[in-house]
T-cell receptor, first 116, second 114 residues
Framework: KQEVTQIPAALSVPEGENLVLNCSFT??????LQWFRQDPGKGLTSLLL?????REQTSGRLNASLDKSSGRSTLYIAASQPGDSATYLC???????????????FGKGTHLIIQP | EPEVTQTPSHQVTQMGQEVILRCVPI?????FYWYRQILGQKVEFLVS????????KSEIFDDQFSVERPDGSNFTLKIRSTKLEDSAMYFC????????????FGQGTRLTVV
C-alpha cells in the first residue's frame, strides 16, 4: 500500500528566503505526482503536476522535481512571501488498480509560515 | 477560470440523518472524485466515478455512502445514516482524463455530525 510522507511537518522562515519542501513515497510505480496548496479551512489548489516520465516542472517561483526511482519529490519555493503561508500537500497517483488506486494518495502536508 | 463548485460550504446534521453533498465539476471533465479530510488528518480518497458508474472505491466508502450524477452538471455524495465519525471536510474533484491528468478540487463542504 502506497504511503506518502512529507517533511518537515512545519516550517517558519523569514520573508525572502528560498526553501525546499520534501515528499517521499514508498511505491515508485506511479503515474504522476501533484503538489497542492491548502489554506486554513479551504480547498486544495493545484500547484504543479509532474508525470512519471518527467524530472521537474516549474510555475513562477515554484519548481518541483521528481526522482521516481528513489521515491522522492521536492518543491522549491524561491523568494518566499507572506502570501505563500499555507499547508503544502504532496499526492501521488499509483499504477495499480484496486484498493482505491484510482485516487490520489496524500501526505499529511508541510505547514509553512513566512514571517514578514 | 473554470472551477469545481461545492454546496453547501458547511452543513450540520444530527446523527442518523441522511445528508447529500453537492458538487458541480468543471464542465468538460469526465472523471469525478470524492475525498474527505478528518480534522488534522490526511486527505483520503473515497470514490471515483466515470461514465455514470463507480470505477473505484476505497474501504472507507461502505454501504452508507452512494454517489450519483443526476443530470449533466451535478455530482452528489449521499451519506445515508450519518455517524459522529463522518464529521470531516468533504472535497469533490474532477479531471478531464483518467490516471495521468491533473485533478482539480472544490473548496469543500465541512460536515459536522452532532
Amino acid at each position: 500500500k502506497q504511503e506518502v510522507t512529507q517533511i518537515p511537518a512545519a516550517l517558519s522562515v523569514p520573508e525572502g528566503e528560498n526553501l525546499v519542501l520534501n515528499c517521499s513515497f514508498t511505491d515508485s510505480a506511479i503515474y504522476n505526482l501533484q503538489w497542492f496548496r491548502q489554506d486554513p479551512g479551504k480547498g486544495l489548489t493545484s500547484l504543479l503536476l509532474i508525470q512519471s516520465s518527467q524530472r521537474e516542472q516549474t510555475s513562477g517561483r515554484l519548481n518541483a522535481s521528481l526522482d521516481k526511482s528513489s521515491g522522492r519529490s521536492t518543491l522549491y519555493i524561491a523568494a518566499s512571501q507572506p502570501g505563500d503561508s499555507a499547508t503544502y500537500l504532496c499526492a501521488v497517483r499509483g499504477m495499480y488498480s484496486g484498493g482505491g488506486a484510482d485516487g490520489l494518495t496524500f501526505g499529511k502536508g508541510t505547514h509553512l509560515i513566512i514571517q514578514p | 477560470e473554470p472551477e469545481v463548485t461545492q454546496t453547501p460550504s458547511h452543513q450540520v446534521t444530527q446523527m442518523g440523518q441522511e445528508v447529500i453533498l453537492r458538487c458541480v465539476p468543471i464542465s468538460n471533465h469526465l472523471y469525478f472524485y470524492w475525498y474527505r479530510q478528518i480534522l488534522g488528518q490526511k486527505v483520503e480518497f473515497l470514490v471515483s466515478f466515470y461514465n455514470n458508474e463507480i470505477s473505484e472505491k476505497s474501504e472507507i466508502f461502505d454501504d452508507q455512502f452512494s454517489v450519483e450524477r443526476p443530470d449533466g452538471s451535478n455530482f452528489t455524495l449521499k451519506i445515508r445514516s450519518t455517524k459522529l465519525e463522518d464529521s470531516a471536510m468533504y472535497f469533490c474533484a474532477s479531471s478531464w482524463g483518467p490516471l495521468n491528468t491533473e485533478a482539480f478540487f472544490g473548496q469543500g463542504t465541512r460536515l459536522t455530525v452532532v
